[in-house]
Structures are given as C-alpha cells and as structure tokens.
C-alpha cells in the first residue's frame, strides 16, 4: 500500500521565493534563459546560457550579442521593463569564432527582487542555416557553384542603377568554352559536367 511522502522528506515548494522557484527552472525552459535586472544586467542563468562566449556573473547580456543587434535586444528589454510588453526578438549571440542565432521572449515576471525580466532563448542556428542553403540553392547553379541567371540579372540590375546616378559605365565580359560540346557529346555528360566544374573552380581563383 502506497503512502504519501511525510512533509518532513519534502517540504512544500510553494513556501520557496518565487526567484528561488524560478531559478530552479532556467535548466528546462529554454536553450538559454535569463533572469535580468531592467538595466540588463543578468542576474542568473540556466547552465546553456553560461557556456556562451563573453558570460560573466553581472555581464550584461546585450554585451553578449553581436554588435547589429544590440539595439533591437536593448528596445525589447526597456519595453519589457517599463511598460510590461512582452517582445520576441531575434540576435545573434557571440560564441567563439561564429554566432549563434537566438530566438528571444521577454517578459516581466514577479520575483521578489530586482530580477523582474526573464528571457528565455531558442537556439535557431538550424533553421538560418537552412534558409541560407535554399536561398543559396535558388541563386546559384547546382553544379558548379556559380551564380546562376537570377543572381546575374539582379546584380547587373543594381550596376545600371548606380551606373545612371554616378555617370559612370560598366562592361559585362561572356565566357565560351572552345569544344566543349565535343567533349559533351563525344565523351558523355558526366566527364562534361566535371569540365565545367574545374572551369568553375579556375573561375572562382581570379575572380
């Protein structure tokens, strides 16, 4: 027969601060949550959220994001100090030699102390680097790597824009291979395609 635990072996949660409670919950909530001061200051953090490049007990963590998107970061925290609107923002935190792309939702919570903002992070590197394949994808050739004609026609769009305010003019060079039809036909597709993928890479070296 079951019986219930002895209040003794486990003392009630709910007699706990709720900035102790809430300490207890930066672990699960997110893949970095903060508890911040209304200067921005952070005043604690879940384990993920230490291990980012530049942390400190203190630091501010508009520090800890790159340069771009300090001031977004620093807009949604104010809001969220002084006229209680929860923001979602997106920035980039430092880590190492590359960034790491952050989802953040702030919002005011009572703590008892003056830790009153919590941000709770999703990493979203995954999903920046897959939008960065497919828009790479859409604007380059899939064989060689290059840029493809809708890269080319929106570039030489820019040139004669900037061309017609400055006065100045420009040139478009066009690259034949010499028999390299032979080479498609006489010796297949496949040597063909490897032919264009070194002109690719010697293209790429002086380009």
């Given at each position: 027969?079951?019986?219930?635990?002895?209040?003794?072996?486990?003392?009630?949660?709910?007699?706990?601060?709720?900035?102790?409670?809430?300490?207890?919950?930066?672990?699960?909530?997110?893949?970095?949550?903060?508890?911040?001061?209304?200067?921005?200051?952070?005043?604690?953090?879940?384990?993920?959220a230490?291990?980012?490049?530049?942390?400190?007990?203190g630091?501010?963590?508009?520090?800890?994001?790159?340069?771009?998107?300090?001031?977004?970061?620093?807009?949604?925290?104010?809001?969220?100090?002084?006229?209680?609107?929860?923001?979602?923002?997106?920035?980039?935190?430092?880590?190492?030699?590359?960034?790491?792309?952050?989802?953040?939702?702030?919002?005011?919570?009572?703590?008892?102390?003056d830790?009153?903002?919590?941000?709770?992070?999703?990493?979203?590197?995954?999903?920046?680097?897959?939008?960065?394949?497919?828009?790479?994808?859409?604007?380059?050739?899939?064989?060689?790597?290059?840029?493809?004609?809708?890269?080319?026609?929106d570039?030489?769009?820019?040139v004669?824009?900037?061309?017609?305010?400055?006065?100045?003019?420009?040139?478009?060079?066009?690259?034949?291979?010499?028999?390299?039809?032979?080479?498609?036909?006489?010796?297949?597709?496949?040597?063909?395609d490897?032919?264009?993928?070194?002109a690719?890479?010697?293209?790429?070296?002086?380009?």
């Amino acid at each position: 027969m079951l019986t219930p635990p002895s209040a003794a072996s486990h003392p009630p949660t709910a007699h706990l601060p709720p900035a102790t409670l809430l300490d207890g919950l930066l672990e699960s909530a997110g893949d970095a949550v903060f508890r911040v001061a209304p200067c921005g200051t952070i005043r604690a953090a879940g384990t993920r959220a230490q291990r980012l490049h530049g942390y400190a007990s203190g630091c501010s963590l508009v520090a800890l994001v790159h340069d771009v998107d300090q001031a977004a970061l620093r807009h949604a925290l104010d809001g969220a100090a002084t006229a209680h609107e929860a923001a979602l923002v997106e920035a980039r935190f430092r880590s190492g030699e590359r960034d790491i792309w952050f989802e953040l939702r702030i919002a005011q919570l009572t703590t008892g102390d003056d830790a009153q903002i919590l941000v709770i992070g999703r990493d979203m590197s995954a999903q920046h680097a897959t939008e960065e394949r497919l828009r790479h994808m859409a604007t380059h050739d899939a064989l060689t790597g290059l840029p493809n004609r809708l890269l080319l026609a929106d570039r030489i769009r820019v040139v004669i824009s900037n061309a017609r305010r400055s006065g100045q003019g420009f040139s478009v060079v066009a690259i034949g291979m010499d028999g390299f039809k032979k080479v498609n036909d006489g010796l297949g597709h496949p040597l063909g395609d490897a032919v264009l993928q070194m002109a690719a890479t010697r293209l790429r070296r002086v380009l």
